[in-house]
Each structure stands twice: as C-alpha cells, then as structure tokens.
C-alpha cells in the first residue's frame, strides 16, 4: 500500500456519460498530480494541485475537469466520455517538489472503460 | 519541443547480469531527473532522483548516471533477479521554474530477466 488511494478500481461505462474519479494522497502531501496512461501515449500529465489550488495544467482535455478539497482528496471528472478516453487514470501525490528531492507516491489507478 | 526517449524495445538479459537501460533528452535543462518502475496495471514507484551537479547515485543494487552534456541518462542494475522483470520510466520537470513539480514521463523500457 503506497498511501495514495484510488477509487474505484474499475469503472466501465457507455459513451456519453460522465464519471468522478476519487484520489485520497498521502497523509501530510500537499501536492496531487493526475495521469492517464493509455497503451500508446504512455503516462500522460493532465493536471497538478497544491494545497488546494491549481498549480499546473497539461494537455488536459475541456471535458475533464478537477479539484483538491480542503482535505487535500482530490477529485477528476470526465464527462461526455468517448472510447477513446478508456485508459488508466493515475493519481499521485508529493510531501515536496522533486527539485528538494522528493519523487512522487502512485495510486494503483482507476482503469477506465468506455463502452 | 521537449522529448524523452527511451529504448522502446524490451530488454531481455540474464539472471546475474547488469541491466543497462538509456534515457535521452532534447530540448531540456532539467535540474534533476528520476527513473520509476512499474508493474503492470500498477502504479509506478520512485527509485531515484539524481540532480544535474551529480555524476552518479547508487541505491543498493541500483546505480544512475546523468550527463547533461549528451543528455543522456543511464540506469543500471546489478546483479539483477528475475524479480527485477518491470518497465523501468525516467521523468524530467517539464519547463517553467522549478517549483510546479510537474514531471514528464518517458515511454518506458521493458525488462525482462531470465533465471
């Protein structure tokens, strides 16, 4: 157990719904990152936050949408889903940044299927 | 744009043998970079860190190299098990300064130990 929680574990639903991704990051970090890894574009960087604020954006679609609460549990939703955001979504969180060498704890993921 | 390569071809050695894998960069100056592994249909782990004024770092069997001047960094593996079988990532910050934490992943390489 790395002590980043993820839920669910699976999740399979039809195109066009919209689904909510749960992430619990390590007691005491303060950063939450989010991932999707799909087998050929590898791990993709969508969104960071710290603290509760949005600290840096990847190439995160409109669709997709996140937040970090007051309890630093962050949250991702996907809405209007298509086949092709069937991936595994990743969820990891940091006590720091790597430049003061912290690296980053992984959840063990949400796999996603859209049908 | 920024790039990481890595041998996207599976690596097959030898139980006992040193695993070397490559990670190449363009277009960065990164101040440090990691390498994770991962398992499959799990979430990466954080090996090392090294940073850019560091030649070489070494974690038991594990030992890094960065040489910012090819842009390259090497990841070896001792004496390596058949229990060392995972894909093996490296992550550099992507851009900006160096407090966003945000990490960019390589594809990855495969490897697969043989007793």
């Known amino acids: 157990d790395s002590g980043v929680t993820q839920t669910p574990k699976h999740l399979i639903t039809a195109t066009g719904q919209r689904v909510t991704l749960r992430c619990s990051p390590r007691?005491?970090?303060?950063?939450v990152y989010w991932y999707q890894q799909s087998l050929d574009q590898g791990l993709q960087f969508l969104i960071q936050?710290?603290?509760?604020?949005?600290?840096a954006k990847g190439n995160i679609l409109e669709r997709f949408s996140a937040q970090q609460f007051p309890d630093l549990h962050s949250e991702l939703n996907l809405s209007s889903l298509e086949l092709g955001d069937s991936a595994l979504y990743f969820c990891?969180?940091?006590?720091?940044?790597?430049?003061?060498?912290?690296?980053?704890?992984f959840g063990s993921g949400t796999r996603l299927t859209v049908v | 744009s920024q790039k990481i390569e890595q041998n996207s071809e599976a690596l097959n050695i030898q139980e006992g043998k040193t695993a070397t894998l490559t990670c190449n960069y363009t277009n960065y100056s990164p101040a440090y970079l990691q390498w994770y592994r991962q398992d499959p249909g799990r979430g990466p782990v954080f090996l090392l860190l090294i940073r850019e004024n560091e030649k070489e770092k070494r974690k038991e069997r594990l030992k890094v190299t960065f040489d910012t001047t090819l842009k390259q960094s090497l990841f070896h593996i001792t004496a390596s098990q058949p229990a060392d079988s995972a894909t093996y990532l490296c992550?550099?910050?992507?851009?900006?300064?160096?407090?966003?934490?945000?990490?960019?992943f390589g594809q990855g390489t495969t490897l697969q130990v043989k007793p």
């Open positions: 992550a550099l910050e992507s851009g900006g300064s160096g407090n966003t934490g945000k990490l960019i």
């Open positions: 936050y710290y603290n509760g604020e949005e600290r």
């Open positions: 990891a969180s940091s006590g720091g940044f790597p430049s003061e060498g912290y690296g980053y704890t």
């Open positions: 007691s005491g970090d303060l950063s």
